[in-house]
């Protein structure tokens, strides 16, 4: 190995370090620390994230990458993507991070009060300068679109055109699906469920798709998420609601996360080839899990006995059918995060074209609640009533984080692919479900998506696992499979 | 402020920074870490320290030390704590550190191998290794006995020919006391004793002497310690064994360490003048409350009930002396962490003397057991029956950790000069503790000690707090009346 890719190694494992401790600070902030930390915990935050900054956009890192001769495959990945990292990282004057961290800050608290008094108006002028330093980042990069950077950040080399080509099929498939899907009773999956009970369940489910103590830990976090500290040290949270089961399926889609972030090849560790290629790859492991085969009627034959034993009493021995129904049930809702499966999409697109449109200065700021009205009918059949529940439904836009949301429904299309090709290719994948044996579906996970970490590009990535380009087509005909099922039931 | 005041305080923040992180990544190695992450962890705590230290040591930091004009006194401690820090971090070539670092390890390891077959004859060649760094690490520093420099990194400013005193009068009043103290029948305070309620008694006495969920964590450890991410974000550890009751003394302990390090003034938060002044002070808090307020008849007056109500039927009303004279009842052991108050300082003591003589150069290795052996029979009356109960027993040797011993009882004696001090300054504070009022201490220590955090030297800490230099009379004193009062109560 040439002398200059040696020392550039060190440097970038000396950087990951620095990550892993900043992922560390973070999951122990949210589920740890005791409060009276969080001032000394954001200074510690701060130091960290900014010494990794400050190596990443070293001089001395540049040269190295100029002067580093690969030899190897990984090592013509690792230069290419640790170029991607410095160059995004070195365009981006130091003033303009301080300044959207600050009026990131800003957005988040203006929000949080605009929330509160259930009144948009005074939040929309942060709204407004978040989205004109979103406008002045994009501007020192390259783009055909004034998106592109912004998407770029969270789905490397995608396009704005081909996430809008791709989001315009998919809503145009989904938005018959919302009107054809019958009424689904979903009484059967009403709480309450003792809490306890749930914790052991999930605890029990998790083991069995894939979760152990070597390399895992499980804990309790207002808002579920998954941090990943090492490849061998992988965190999961979840919330559990008496009123509920949405922990179950919380727990499975941050398992998700974490087995994509546990399965990349170890020689990629403490490296920038470690972690999940793209917001969207990612996303379509935890939709996977949580979907395809939580939500499916071969995971509750192998679960359903489990249900009943957890809530004795609550579920007659033939509910099985009813309460699969039930948790695949479509429901005009205008609340993004309990939407179901074909309504999620829809308000991941509606909230997609609208920052589209305010990014590029077609929509502008004081019209967004009329746009977003007009969408709500147009997409899902729904009156929004309310701030609440329309602009301010969603952190993402308070703290500039503008070119997200997309890679959510991206992620679902993606997992649609993904089920597409693994039950193709496995046959009796689904039986095996059915007796709680979820190891071909990791394995084959492990060799098409999660080991290559970020040594493919996410188009290379999604290419390699579903033989194709990013296409919405398996994940409609996979949504329309349900519904035609559920309105058979109902018949 | 000088230019150079501020952006030299701006460094040390970062350095400050950098070790809480690294406190953080340790204490979740031993609490929380899945066991798959110790490799990972390895490289991210050696990332950080590293980072640390060259930040230390950078002649930028050197240079605004210089031109740093002090305007307070806390301007003037700050600088003067630094430059000794920078002094000792710059005299010690990396290789050194290195070699030690590698020796430590191979010596911890070769330490278990020879406990495991309790054999010390393979170990001995590691620590002669261990000795010849520390030697040469000495050399390094001015010094009046090569162990002056090791001592000086746990203990700043005190000197070998100081501690050889006070310990030598230490040992003097402790070795009569073993031989006059009586037998005390401890029966009553053995197991078992139900894990659950140990845990749910030990919480709620935590809680009374000083802990609340704002500032605080409780866990569970292998071996427990106190770990201090920030001022206000303490975490205690502790373990339960069904034997006994020392789950409840090891918390009060570690309570200690926790009150001192949470009751620093803010204003040096992300300074190095936060955290304890030295080893001795800190273990003097420690001890304080694990045995002059937690093994004292006072605090039982207030405890005891709880403690028959954790255990229904285990005790009769009138016990409490009983339990009491237990808790406190000297024995002749060879094995130091279970010691008493009183053969505690016999063992540390023995350490010490053999361990000035190790690097002395004036006892061999290789007659290292015999002249344990020696001690333990002159001082304690004990027949070291094997390598595992005397050479072999305490870990800290194997990893060149060598002038650290001392502190233990050193520390013991400053705990006893602010018992009498406090007692004497605070009437009434016992009355107190019956009624389970520990807030005047809690105040007293934090006026006396806490506050001032490194801002003075150790011995004008202790000056500051006990009125006088070093001392081991006032601990005399108080070993004497506690093997008095349980030889008034025998007979």
């Known amino acids: 190995m040439s002398d ?48 990794a900054h400050e190596r990443l956009v070293d001089d ?39 300044d959207l961290a600050r009026a990131g800050s800003a957005g988040y608290e203006a929000w949080l009060a605009a929330r509160e008094a259930d009144d948009a108006a005074p939040y929309l002028p942060f709204l407004e300068r978040n989205l004109e330093l979103r406008r002045r980042y994009a501007e020192l990069f390259e783009r055909e679109h004034p998106y592109d950077p912004l998407l770029d950040d969270f789905e490397r080399g995608m396009r704005t055109a081909e ?53 895992w830990r499980l804990d309790d976090a207002v808002h579920p998420f998954q941090a990943s500290v090492a490849i061998d040290d992988i965190r999961l949270t979840t919330r559990f609601k008496e009123e509920g089961l949405e922990g179950l399926f919380a727990g499975l889609h941050e398992f998700g996360h974490g087995l994509y972030e546990h399965g990349v090849d170890p020689a990629y560790g403490r490296s920038p080839l470690a972690g999940g290629v793209s917001m969207a790859v990612h996303e379509s492991q935890s939709r996977l899990w949580e979907n395809m085969v939580g939500r499916g009627d071969a995971f509750w034959r192998w679960c359903f006995p489990l249900l009943r034993e957890a809530f004795p009493g609550r579920f007659a021995e033939g509910d099985r059918p009813a309460v699969v129904a039930a948790f695949n049930a479509v429901r005009r809702s205008p609340v993004r995060v309990s939407a179901d499966e074909v309504t999620y999409g829809l308000h991941i697109i509606l909230r997609f074209e609208l920052e589209l449109e305010l990014v590029k200065g077609s929509l502008a700021v004081a019209d967004l609640r009329d746009a977003w009205a007009a ?30 949301f997309p890679t959510y429904a991206l992620g679902n299309v993606v997992a649609g692919q993904l089920w597409a090709r693994a039950t193709a290719e496995l046959p009796g994948l689904e039986e095996g479900f059915a007796a709680g ?25 999604i290419a390699h696992a579903t033989g194709g380009p990013i296409d919405p087509e398996p994940y409609l005909a996979y949504l329309r499979a349900k519904v035609d099922a559920s309105a058979a039931l109902m018949s």
Do not use: C, N
């Not at 579906?441 to 098409?448: G, N, S």
């Open 60 to 98: 001395g890192l540049a040269e190295l990458l100029d002067a580093a001769e690969p030899e190897t495959d990984a090592d013509r990945a690792l230069l290419r993507v640790t170029r991607r990292d410095v160059d995004k990282a070195r365009r981006v004057p130091g003033e303009l991070v301080s």
């Open 375 to 404: 969408k709500s009918r147009d997409y899902l059949g729904i009156d929004v009533t309310s701030d609440r529940m329309g602009v301010l439904q969603d952190v993402h836009w308070s703290e500039a984080l503008i070119g997200y």
């Open 437 to 461: 044996d979820f190891a071909p579906l990791r394995d084959w996970l492990r060799e098409r998506v999660h080991r290559h970490g970020r040594s493919m590009t996410p188009a290379e990535t």
């Open 163 to 215: 996430a809008r080509d791709v989001l315009g099929r998919l809503r145009e498939g989904l938005v018959p699906l919302v009107e054809a899907a019958p009424h689904v009773d979903r009484t059967v999956i009403e709480g309450p469920f003792p809490i306890a009970a749930q914790r052991t369940l999930v605890d029990r489910v998790l083991r069995q798709v894939g979760v152990d103590d070597r390399a």
């Open 4 to 51: 200059a890719l040696t020392a550039l190694r060190a440097r970038l494992a000396e950087i990951a370090d620095l990550r892993s401790a900043a992922v560390l600070l973070g999951w122990d902030q949210l589920v740890k620390m005791p409060p009276g930390g969080a001032e000394a915990r954001a200074e510690q935050r701060a130091t960290i994230e900014r010494l």
